[in-house]
């Protein structure tokens, strides 16, 4: 299966919320077509985020995407993007789209002046470690704190 990554558009909302729903259940959500499509159109039309689609080559449909949100780095003074989400449907898996979604982040925080990108994944998820640490990405030395309000 060849595999092409795009940016997505408000238009694309239809193709992504499948995914982004499938994403959400993955983390322990209940599935909910409806908010999925109302968030990723919310971000989009705000440019609150940026989004890859990536596609099917060949049948041309949807099979993953990757979601950034912008950060800053106040020590390096400069902007950083944290990939908060990385989907591609299990049927996909393998093929090559998440690392062609992971470049396509790659070439976006470098042709915008970041200083990098950050994200974060479940200590079980060993399958997507895997991947990152192929792509060249490495763990860093911070612990990381949340606070749910």
Do not use: C
């Amino acid at each position: 299966m060849s595999v092409e990554v795009r940016r997505a558009t408000p238009e694309d909302v239809p193709a992504v919320a499948p995914l982004f729903d499938a994403y959400r259940v993955f983390y322990g959500q209940e599935p909910d077509p409806e908010l999925a499509s109302r968030f990723l159109r919310e971000r989009l039309e705000r440019a609150e985020s940026v989004v890859f689609l990536a596609l099917d080559g060949e049948a041309g449909r949807a099979i993953g995407f990757t979601q950034l949100y912008p950060l800053f780095s106040s020590v390096a003074a400069r902007r950083k993007w944290l990939l908060n989400d990385l989907f591609v449907a299990p049927e996909a898996r393998v093929r090559g789209a998440g690392g062609a979604l992971l470049e396509a982040a790659r070439r976006f925080a470098a042709e915008t002046g970041a200083k990098g990108l950050e994200l974060a994944t479940a200590p079980d998820n060993v399958a997507a470690q895997r991947l990152y640490e192929a792509t060249g990405w490495k763990r860093d030395a911070f612990l990381h704190y949340a606070l749910d309000i």
